[in-house]
């Protein structure tokens, strides 16, 4: 007799065994409060600090979006009712794909439910539809890209992360007849670490590959407009598709894609992950455009993001923090064993009300264990003062190397080539 | 040089050239007036009343759900802010999979932001974490059963549909030390027929194999608490594992899946698709847990479709249109070629205000193009009459063969052995 419970039973224990079981905290954010949470736990509510929320520039908690969302769920109900093609397609979703499109500069958008749907459906659909197609994919990509070129069935060349010259080598020895893909993230999210993108683009035009952009770490928080680092650097209309999320900064749910109308069109019409899903709601198509039409016009969320990232960055290397070098508004400081790391996310929940996850392998490489932390516009100085002081009892408390105690550089980014699936975000 | 945008025009012109290009039409539903929606159309805007919908039960504009809804969204925000791990989890949200368990009465349960996702998560990670498994799985299972089967890279044996005796001796060739799993539905969408459970799983146990049932087409609808086929047959308990959606009966978004605890906790630890993905906003999530709850105490909703649904067969059986034999609340009435059955429901829109998707290949098998017609509790006896007279001129005008031009029993079940990728639902 097989037993099956015992096989589901020990691939738990295994993760126990690696310190990399996963326990969800419990939340409950409060509109008007941000970043503050109810945090729930055995039978106990308390009142806690979130410091790793995606949320980045707090447009979950936005009248404007919070009331675009009520009306419509009001008129319209609570959910789309069908598939985009039987019944599901509706009114907001329609508007919403069109503030996508302009947001890019492209003729067109789709919306899919996730972010990692519309990487792994995007990706696997468009290489499927190009003969024979290669995909160039730098070795950070997120899971979901990882997924997209593994379901298209297709030859891939990994590249050295951000690596110009290990890209070209690799396009260069490529058939120049053979269709090419290039697929990268704009925002590494976990180093918080930019492509060059022109530069990229450049390499493309050379070597007549398309590409394939995810900006879903800086859609909403760079660019005049929100439009993502390919606004800021003018490099948007250089890219054949740009992917985004709906659930980061703009505050909502659901990702999408954007490029020339016959692309996405094919996309709507060949990938399985869209074509039978249920459409988001419109209520929530309704919030986010909302939430994205707001971001096109104002840029205090986007200042007031980088003003509170710099000053964290520079309150925590001022207390001898190993802060890791970041270009971005994502803050990442350095552990570097997963049980202190897992220790130091428990003691700063329990002693000083802050929730952080602990980030080990494989989101991040062994060895490079760290605390992710994300400062909002709303987060205050004040707070800013209080985590670090709660890091400087929490490292000392648990004997966690300060940067002085630490090898000189060693909270630069680490060699990645050992690291086997690069996944990030989760 | 190559031409990238050529491909994707290309793949565009053969779904125009087979009749398969598919148009979205663009609703906007109204609450207090459902099954009635806004249709807009080239700057045009038209009531029309839908008769294609998933949202079976109405669920979509009931007030306590859009009450949970709005409050919700207002009191905790728009979205969750980040992956269940990291910091999304939100309270509504362990609520509603603490409801999704005690409906199938399961030990637990698990939410995915689409029950495409769900499928294609689970099923992929299940069959992996079990060594070498054998996947047994029915040739008309949805296309995120297919994804999910094709994603674990097992071996899979399909069986002829609902076919008891092929299953066995799919099963007894099979080794006996070798994990299996038997992948199927419970209401099958296009057709609205329905699996043996019980005989399925009598197999199961005789030669050990694990169960895994899709009832998305039927939870909120069958069974006293509307725990589904399975609650209504009374074997929820001889499955592994129960999965279904909140974004038809229960009229919002998003999938889940219901087993044991380890199971659940396996799949919530290593299926890529769920760690990576933002988790449902908790107003979407406050809202299922009303609809779910409400449904659990209500029978009204599903004894006025099951109502609407047999008058809808009896008029238009009556009326000499091929209605196709169902055992469920999905009423198709078979047309027979894909672009009589595209224009039947161009015509319908237009002539008749009335809105039902053509359901062509590959949704299902060529000679057997239908229209899929949902009554739910809302579509009242006139309308049911309306929608008939509206048939019959559809059919009269454009040459449609009504049931006794037919040979006899031509709209019974074809032969499906032919459908080399069964896909349902979009």
Not at 184 to 205: H, Q, T
Not at 306 to 328: C, G, I
Request: glycine share 8%.
């Amino acid at each position: 007799m097989i037993d099956y419970q015992s096989h589901f039973e020990s691939a738990i224990e295994a993760l126990h065994a690696e310190k990399r079981y996963r326990v969800f905290a419990d939340l409950e954010r409060i509109v008007g409060r941000f970043p503050t949470a109810l945090w729930r736990n055995e039978g106990e509510a308390r009142e806690i600090t979130v410091w790793c929320s995606n949320d980045y520039l707090g447009m979950g908690q936005h009248p404007g979006v919070l009331d675009a969302m009520t009306r419509t769920a009001t008129s319209m109900g609570s959910g789309a009712g069908g598939t985009r093609n039987i019944s599901g397609t509706n009114h907001p979703l329609v508007e919403l794909e069109r503030e996508l499109a302009d947001l890019h500069g492209k003729e067109a958008a789709l919306v899919f439910t996730s972010g990692f749907v519309s990487n792994e459906a995007s990706i696997s659909t468009i290489a499927k539809l190009l003969p024979d197609c290669l995909i160039f994919s730098d070795e950070l990509n997120h899971a979901s890209m990882i997924e997209g070129v593994r379901k298209s069935g297709c030859r891939k060349h990994v590249f050295r992360h951000n690596d110009l010259q290990h890209l070209e080598e690799l396009l260069k020895a490529a058939d120049p007849e053979r269709p090419k893909l290039v697929v990268f993230e704009s925002v590494y999210s976990m180093d918080g670490d930019i492509a060059p993108i022109a530069e990229i683009c450049d390499l493309a035009e050379r070597y007549n590959a398309m590409t394939y952009i995810d900006e879903v770490h800086a859609v909403g928080m760079y660019g005049h407009r929100g439009g993502g680092i390919s606004e800021r650097d003018g490099v948007a209309h250089r890219l054949d598709v740009i992917e985004g999320t709906l659930a980061k900064a703009f505050g909502v749910l659901g990702g999408y894609i954007t490029g020339s109308r016959a692309l996405i069109d094919a996309v709507r019409s060949y990938a399985p992950g869209f074509i039978f899903t249920t459409a988001l709601p419109p209520a929530l198509a309704a919030a986010a455009v909302a939430s994205i039409r707001h971001l096109k016009g104002s840029q205090a969320e986007r200042d007031g993001q980088q003003r509170q990232a710099a000053q964290a960055k520079a309150e925590f290397a001022a207390a001898d923090l190993p802060v890791m070098p970041s270009d971005t508004h994502i803050v990442p400081v350095l552990v570097g064993d997963a049980d202190l790391c897992k220790q130091a996310s428990d003691r700063l929940l329990k002693v000083h009300d802050i929730y952080i996850q602990p980030i080990n392998y494989p989101t991040v490489p062994r060895g490079t264990e760290r605390l992710r932390i994300t400062p909002t516009p709303l987060h205050s100085d004040a707070l800013i003062a209080t985590l670090r002081d709660a890091l400087v009892e929490t490292w000392t408390a648990l004997g966690i190397p300060f940067a002085s105690d630490r090898p000189e550089g060693e909270e630069r980014r680490e060699d990645v080539t050992s690291l086997v699936v690069a996944q990030a975000g989760g």
